[in-house]
């Protein structure tokens, strides 16, 4: 059994360090009876030590 794996990301890089990523896969399994599989993940990451509140 082979898979065919496809990927779309996206990042924005928003102020001070901020960012967010989105990721989408899509995996197609070839000579097998099993259904495609979609997966969407989606991250914020901030920069660590970063002052939240003043």
């Keep these: 059994m082979s898979l065919n794996q496809d990927s779309l990301i996206g990042v924005y890089l ?4 901020v960012r ?4 989408f896969d899509h995996t197609t399994y070839n000579h097998s ?3 495609a599989d979609n997966a969407v993940s989606v991250m914020l990451s901030v ?3 970063a002052r939240l509140l003043h």
Excluded: D, K
């Design 14 to 17: 928003a102020r001070e360090g």
């Design 20 to 23: 967010y990523y989105v990721e």
């Design 33 to 35: 009876l099993a259904p």
């Design 47 to 49: 920069p660590f030590g």
